[in-house]
């Protein structure tokens, strides 16, 4: 009588590293989901200076590092004990990847709203809101989009990241326009032109941080790594 494939010890040990793989994926879901709802309550403490939310996310970034250095531990673990190769491997490497774009993604959150509480009790203008309304909603998009690419394994969401990211940049240049249009040339004004054109350049960073992500799910799906330009000020949220 022939062997039953699926009780051999191959086939138990490749089950349980396919679990956990699935597992891992999940949770790298699950930090995108905790790093999207800081992008919404980042800017939501912006555009209301709303001091109570402003600190909502900097407990949320407390999770969100520590489920990162557990996340980390895990991929690094399957890589020493598993021994991947293949797509496996490029999975759990573009997986590292990934949690240090989400991380940096809810580092830079956590830097616009502690602007938010240096510009407290100030109003912003009402063009200025709108863009950076329009800026928070497009960091969302492009993250959701990000992490559905990475999920599905969607190529096409994946390479459609760079061209979403075009317009994140017009969005950045149309607020500063509004900066220097809209705001007084006195001592406040001035400090508030400086922060509101750092937070743009916030939101722009978060968007690169998405097309990141689509970068590393094409090197998952086809092996290869596309160009990518790296902002030479990545990874250094003031």
């Not at 249009?181 to 922060?195: H, I, K, N, R």
Request: hydrophobic letters at 45%; proline letters at 5%.
């Amino acid at each position: 009588m022939a062997d039953n494939p699926e009780h051999h010890p191959e086939h138990d040990v490749r089950k349980s590293f396919d679990d956990q793989l699935n597992e891992l994926k999940a949770d790298v879901i699950r930090m995108a989901a905790m790093v999207g709802e800081s992008i919404g309550a980042g800017t939501q403490a912006l555009l209301d200076a709303d001091l109570g939310v402003v600190e909502q996310v900097l407990a949320n970034d407390d999770q969100i590092d520590a489920l990162e250095h557990d996340l980390e531990l895990r991929a690094y673990e399957l890589i020493a004990r598993q021994q991947p190769m293949a797509v496996d491997l490029r999975t759990l490497l573009a997986v590292l990847r990934m949690l240090h774009e989400l991380e940096l993604t809810g580092d830079l959150m956590v830097t616009v709203a502690k602007a938010a509480r240096r510009l407290y009790p100030a109003e912003l203008p009402p063009r200025i809101r709108g863009l950076i309304e329009r800026m928070g909603d497009q960091a969302s998009v492009q993250l959701h989009l990000a992490v559905d690419a990475f999920a599905d394994g969607d190529l096409s969401l994946a390479a459609a990241l760079p061209d979403m990211d075009d317009v994140m940049d017009d969005l950045q240049k149309q607020l500063f326009r509004a900066i220097f249009e809209s705001l007084t040339p006195d001592e406040a004004g001035l400090q508030m032109a400086v922060q509101l054109a750092l937070i743009g350049r916030y939101y722009e960073r978060v968007a690169d941080h998405a097309v990141g992500i689509g970068v590393w799910t094409q090197f998952i799906v086809t092996g290869e790594l596309p160009g990518r330009e790296p902002s030479p000020t990545e990874g250094t949220a003031a």
